[in-house]
């Protein structure tokens, strides 16, 4: 089965540094890949998929993930952080041919400085 | 556009009472999922669909039941709640190829 792992479940950037959030996920074959935010007492939602030959993904927010198939690897950036940017962030990871089995990484909060 | 829709949204228990959950989605999906987050633990998996009638076992399946009697509700039950499934309860829906939607979560405490 496939799963993921979110390097660090806290991360701290100033206002205006980069943010960047680890994923690594466990399959040889490349899966389909998702970031989703959560922000306090919300359900989480898209930010950005992977899921066809593109590996460089934007997504909303000015995020943006690259897929690196020899580092299985789907790290999540934004160039200049966001005091809104402050939320709960997790990979996701599906088998192309079982795409119904829907598993996620453990979570990394982001919190902003001014 | 309701989107996916989970009532309740708050919930508090005694142990060994029963309650259901109920999910229901408006967007002609065909999977559909119960997940629960937990603190450092991220979303686990409870039981899953992939279509009307069928329902399968996810990671952490014990204590829960669920039924998919129409391809638009998700019912999730536990018929005697602990203290261990004080937890907050997320369902999700999906197309085939594409990306899970969410509902609001459901808060549910057990005392």
């Known amino acids: 089965a496939q799963s993921v792992t979110q390097l660090g479940s806290h991360v701290s950037v100033s206002e205006g540094a980069l943010v960047l959030l680890r994923c690594n996920y466990s399959?040889?074959?490349?899966?389909?890949l998702f970031w989703y935010v959560q922000y306090p007492n919300q359900g989480l939602q898209l930010l950005l998929k992977?899921?066809?030959?593109?590996?460089l993904v934007k997504g909303i927010n000015g995020f943006e993930a690259e897929f690196k198939k020899s580092e299985t690897s789907f790290h999540l950036t934004k160039p200049s952080a966001h005091m809104s940017d402050a939320a709960e962030y997790f990979c996701?990871?599906?088998?192309?041919?079982?795409?119904?089995?829907?598993?996620f990484g453990a979570g990394t909060t982001v919190t902003v400085r001014a | 556009n309701a989107g996916v829709t989970q009532t309740p949204k708050f919930r508090v228990l005694k142990t060994g009472q029963s309650m259901t959950l109920l999910c229901a989605q408006d967007?002609?999906?065909?999977?559909m999922y119960w997940y629960r987050q937990d603190p450092g633990m991220g979303l686990r998996l409870i039981h899953y669909?992939?279509?009307?009638?069928?329902?399968a076992k996810g990671e952490v399946p014990d204590g829960y039941n669920v039924s998919r009697l129409k391809k638009q509700n998700f019912l999730l039950g536990l018929e005697s709640a602990a203290p261990s499934q004080t937890s907050v309860y997320f369902c999700?829906?999906?197309?085939?190829?594409?990306?899970?939607?969410f509902g609001q979560g459901t808060r549910l405490t057990v005392v």
């Open positions: 967007m002609n999906h065909e999977y």
């Open positions: 669909s992939v279509g009307e009638g069928t329902t």
């Open positions: 999700a829906s999906k197309l085939r190829g594409t990306e899970a939607f």
């Open positions: 992977y899921t066809s030959a593109a590996t």
């Open positions: 399959s040889s074959v490349p899966p389909y």
């Open positions: 996701a990871v599906s088998d192309r041919s079982n795409d119904y089995k829907l598993s």
